[in-house]
């Protein structure tokens, strides 16, 4: 961890169907101030209403989902007015990856593993949609 004094409280959910990196970036994302909640990987429509009734100020969302689409996920989100920073967390990093989750509705693309470091720099302040 860097030395910058993290943004206090902010409200994460984490979609992943790999519960260990899940459970870690929640802890990390804990460990900095922040409060985050691992959702259940069950159908889109339902992550989609838990991220709502949430309203956090970031999601982060694997885009690969056990047979779920999470780029469908976010065009969910932005169709019923989500306004929450989303975050594509994926193993899928060539440019037409990124272009597919922009398009979807995803403000950031990053891929796996994630970094301590840049996700610390990224939650240091709040987030801001473009």
């Given at each position: 961890?860097?030395?910058?004094?993290?943004?206090?409280?902010?409200?994460t959910v984490i979609v992943d169907d790999n519960m260990t990196a899940a459970t870690m970036l929640a802890d990390?994302?804990?460990?900095?101030?922040?409060?985050?909640?691992?959702l259940p990987v069950t159908s889109v429509q339902?992550?989609?209403?838990n991220i709502l009734r949430r309203a956090p100020d970031v999601a982060f969302l694997d885009i690969s989902l056990a047979g779920l689409d999470g780029c469908e996920i976010a065009g969910l989100l932005r169709a019923?007015?989500?306004t929450s920073h989303l975050i594509a967390i994926t193993g899928f990093g060539d440019p037409d990856d990124f272009e597919r989750s922009r398009r979807a509705g995803f403000d950031e693309h990053w891929t796996k593993p994630l970094d301590v470091e840049r996700i610390e720099r990224f939650m240091a302040a709040p987030p801001r949609r473009a």
């Open positions: 961890m860097g030395g910058s004094v993290p943004w206090q409280g902010g409200r990390f994302l804990r460990l900095i101030g922040h409060d985050s909640e691992v339902d992550i989609a209403a019923r007015g989500c």
